[in-house]
């Protein structure tokens, strides 16, 4: 029987005492949520093109008989110009990465199935009408519990993915723009909760003819609006909120389109009108500079990007690093 050379055992026992490669840093992004984007990415897509499609020929569609197309039209668009964003997800390496994005998504999602829900009575599925109007109802309605299903398995999943270190900030917001975001934020979550939580009241302030499902359900919109610009406030770093930034142009332009098609049914002179114009301009400002800020960033020379953090986490070079959560 051969015996080991002292090199052999010398090497083993090194390999041995070896630690183990350090995790990444960031909570990595569960493989669900990817795909869930990518999902409700698709649906928004065909779906909401043909609520924006519809509307802006002056019919309606939708879930539940509206008194105005403006609605369903603006419902489209906010599903329209959040689809781009979504697919962007598929790249993400972490959960960091995604969650400004994903969190108003899952708001979207149980919001609109609570006001279904909430007005059963008021569907078309339960109420009856055109066949179109009725199969678009159990779609509806069949697809937003789907979603919902699989949003909670997937949060559930990415919840409890373990983390590695903490993942550093590397392109910190400019204090300039921070105020600016706490407003808009607000105002979208604050309106947002009105329509949802009393829309008897708040409906009157919304600048075109609604009712009470109407407004719970652009109440769910924005409030999710809110919340993912509240979100990339609170993570006060443009890479981490680069879906988010997509977004947020998109939505706005989407949104512009069918008002500016379907503006002589919105009260422009009235104050809520007026706040309107200011809150998707807003949107708009906000993701445009954003993405300008990116651009400037990743310039050579720029003050975040030599030690940063590449997509997924890992160091692209030597140098100290700020570390948070």
């Known amino acids: ?116 829900l909430l007005n059963a009575g008021r569907l078309y599925i339960a109420r009856g009408g055109p066949i179109v109007s009725v199969l678009f109802s159990l779609g509806w309605l069949f697809t937003l519990g789907l979603l919902c299903v699989a949003a909670a398995i997937c949060l559930t999943a990415q919840a409890v993915t373990r983390s590695g270190p903490p993942a550093a900030r590397t392109a910190p917001l400019p204090g300039w723009a921070k105020p600016p975001l706490a407003v808009l934020g607000s105002s979208w979550l604050g309106i947002g909760t009105g329509l949802f939580v009393r829309p008897g009241f708040w409906a009157d302030f919304v600048p075109w003819h609604t009712d009470r499902v109407d407004a719970q359900a652009l109440g769910v919109w924005a409030v999710a609006l809110g919340v993912g610009v509240l979100g990339a406030l609170a993570e006060d770093d443009l890479d981490r909120t680069r879906a988010a930034l997509l977004s947020l142009p998109g939505t706005a332009l989407a949104i512009t389109v069918v008002l500016a098609v379907r503006a002589s049914h919105v009260h422009w002179n009235s104050g809520p009108g007026l706040g309107l114009i200011a809150m998707v301009a807003g949107l708009l400002a906000a993701g445009a500079s954003g993405r300008f800020l990116l651009r400037g960033s990743a310039a050579p020379g720029g003050a975040t990007r030599g030690a940063g953090w590449s997509n997924g986490g890992r160091l692209r070079s030597g140098g100290a690093r700020r570390t948070q959560p």
Do not use: C
């Not at 897509?45 to 105005?68: E, K």
């Open 1 to 116: 029987m051969t015996r080991p050379t002292d090199s052999t055992a010398s090497a083993t026992t090194s390999a041995m005492r070896q630690p183990p490669p350090e995790p990444s840093p960031g909570r990595p992004l569960a493989p669900g949520v990817a795909l869930l984007a990518i999902a409700v990415a698709v649906i928004n897509l065909l779906v909401g093109t043909v609520l924006t499609v519809v509307a802006l020929t002056g019919h309606v569609l939708g879930a539940w008989p509206s008194p105005d197309p403006l609605t369903p039209g603006l419902l489209g668009a906010a599903m329209l110009g959040t689809a781009p964003a979504l697919f962007t997800l598929g790249r993400a390496g972490t959960w960091q990465e995604a969650r400004t994005l994903v969190l108003p998504v899952a708001v979207v999602l149980a919001g609109l199935l609570t006001v279904s």
